[in-house]
Each structure stands twice: as C-alpha cells, then as structure tokens.
C-alpha cells in the first residue's frame, strides 16, 4: 500500500463514511424527545470536516484518473 492514490482513495472512503455516520448522528440529536439530553459530541464540525477532507482526498484522486494516473 505504498501507493498515494490508494492511500488518498481509502482516506476519502473513511472519511465520507465518518461524514455519513456524523450527519445520522446529528439528525438523530435534533429530532431527540428529551431536549435537555444534549451530549458532549459536535456532530456538525464532525460532520464539516470529515466531508471537506472526503471532497479534497476524493477530489485528487478523481483528477488524477482523469489524468491517467495508473499504479
């Protein structure tokens, strides 16, 4: 694995994947019955960074395939 597109290519998957988990989890905080059961986790910043460092990662190693980067 000494590859950088696949290291960028399985950085962006976790990170889309930690975004995707963040957004549910959020959803599920807002639409909670007890208002005054908070918690401690900021979803949304989980949620921002995980998604800009998904589209940054993703977004280079869809450019270099359209490059024609081959490993």
Partial sequence: MDDP????LATGLVALALALFAWLA???RMR????????IM???AIF????LVACVALGVVAR???AGWRP
């Fill in 5 to 8: 597109v696949t290291i960028l």
């Fill in 26 to 28: 959020d959803r599920r």
């Fill in 32 to 39: 909670r019955r007890n208002l005054d059961a908070v918690g």
């Fill in 42 to 44: 900021p979803w949304a």
């Fill in 48 to 51: 921002f960074w995980a998604l």
């Fill in 64 to 66: 270099g395939w359209l």
